[in-house]
Structure formats: C-alpha cells, structure tokens
C-alpha cells in the first residue's frame, strides 16, 4: 500500500522526520507552499530552495531518489521555459536574430520554475515518506472531512490491488503468446482485459467489504495509539514560522 501511493518501502525510513506528529508536517509544507506563492524576488525563492536542499540533506534523504522524482515536473517547466518569453509581451531582454525574448515573460518563467520546484521539493521531504495510513488520520486530525480521508485511504490499498490483478491478467495473455499490434483482434483482446479487470476488482472490492463488516468496520478505521504533538514538533514548527517570516519580510524590503 505504501509503495502505491509514495513509491516507497520501509528502508526508506526518515527517523529525523518521522518523530514529528504528521499534522505539523502536513501543516508546514502547506505553509511552504503558501510562502512560495507569495514571495515576488526571484532571489529569495533560490535562497529558500537552497535552504531546502540543505534540510533534505540533514534528513539523510538520498539526492538521487528527489532528483529522479523532480524529473517529472522538469519535462513541463521546460516547456514553460521556452514558450513564455517568446509568448508574453514586453521590451525584449535576449535577441537571438529574429526571435526576441521578453524580459517579462524571462521573469515569469524563472519564478514559475522555482515555485514548483520550491513546492515540490517541500513535498518531497514533509509528506512522501509519510505512510498513506498515518496521513489519512492526520487530515481528518486537521478537520478534513472523514470520507474524503477514507477516500484516500481506500485508494491507496486499492490501486496496489488493481495492480496486482493486472499483472495476473497480463501474465496469462502471455502464457497464452498473445502480442499487441494494430488488429482487431489486439483491440478486441485489449477490451476484454479492461473488463475482466473491472470485474475482479469489484469482485475483490466485495469479499474486503464483507470482511471488513465481520471485523466490525463502523465507518470509520481506529489507530491504537493517536499522535500527540509534542516539544519537539513546537521547536519545528517554530523554525518553520521564522524562516517563512523572515523571507516573506526579505522579499518585500529587496
């Protein structure tokens, strides 16, 4: 289920983080990302990145993991990159012959760029090592309604179970030397699949409902022992409060 939801396993533990209570972590990335949002100089979006660089090395998070996972956002940024200074009017800063990029839409570009990896990145480090367990009872903790958190609780083991049931549905397809092309028979055999699928998760989705009744599911999921925050999760969410002060106050005297 954890491995769904975060691309995660259990040797990718964060002990420096993990002591914290979930919900200050989910309230200070969303402060993160609230502070990325308002803050306008483009210098002290760095500095903050460069400060999250360094929190992430402090928590022993490998830089090749958050570098692999940050590459799926850099395909559209790139994009933003090129077309905005070509598209957003305003006195030229680069000419390269015919083609001139704006000056404004550089700007836009180069804060929009380190927004996301800003936000990103926070994500990252706050919340992705999180188990999707714990995470849901810290929404609902925060006042998110409980059927949106059993939502996502829901989602988080079914996705895994789907999966799993695809992989057997493949690995018969196979078994029986079936190969993709542009026939009618692939199209065909392809619909099946996705109907088949279908079926058995709502077949699985029935025999988990009637064990989770026999178990005495009343609508909503107990943890033996609820979460407490404690000194140590003040001390963080104080250094967080500072820090975003402190560059939301930098950014508007620069």
Request: glycine residues 8%; aromatic residues 8%; charged residues 20%.
């Amino acid at each position: 289920m954890t491995e769904t939801l975060y691309c995660r396993d259990e040797a990718d533990a964060r002990p420096r983080l993990d002591r914290f209570d979930a919900r200050t972590r989910i309230v200070t990335a969303l402060a993160l990302i609230v502070a990325a949002l308002v803050v306008r100089s483009p210098f002290v979006l760095m500095a903050g990145l460069a400060g999250l660089v360094a929190f992430a090395w402090f928590c022993e998070l490998r830089a090749k993991e958050i570098a692999g996972r940050l590459l799926h956002a850099e395909g559209f940024l790139l994009v933003l990159l090129i077309l905005l200074p070509l598209t957003v009017p305003g006195p030229a800063a680069l000419s390269l012959g015919p083609v001139e990029l704006s000056a404004p839409g550089l700007d836009r570009a180069l804060k929009i760029f380190l927004r996301v990896n800003f936000s990103a990145l926070a994500v990252l480090i706050l919340l992705a090592g999180m188990e999707p367990v714990r995470f849901g009872h810290a929404l609902a903790g925060l006042g998110v309604p409980e059927k949106l958190a059993h939502l996502l609780l829901f989602a988080a083991r079914w996705v895994a179970l789907i999966k799993e049931e695809g992989l057997r549905l493949h690995d018969a397809m196979r078994a029986r030397a079936f190969k993709a092309s542009t026939s009618l028979h692939t199209f065909r055999t392809l619909g099946f699949f996705c109907g088949q699928l279908l079926v058995r998760a709502l077949e699985r989705a029935e025999r988990i409902d009637e064990a989770m009744r026999c178990r005495g599911f009343a609508g909503r999921f107990v943890l033996a022992a609820e979460e407490r925050p404690g000194r140590s999760d003040g001390l963080f969410a104080a250094g967080a409060a500072v820090a975003i002060i402190a560059a939301v106050a930098l950014d508007r005297l620069t």
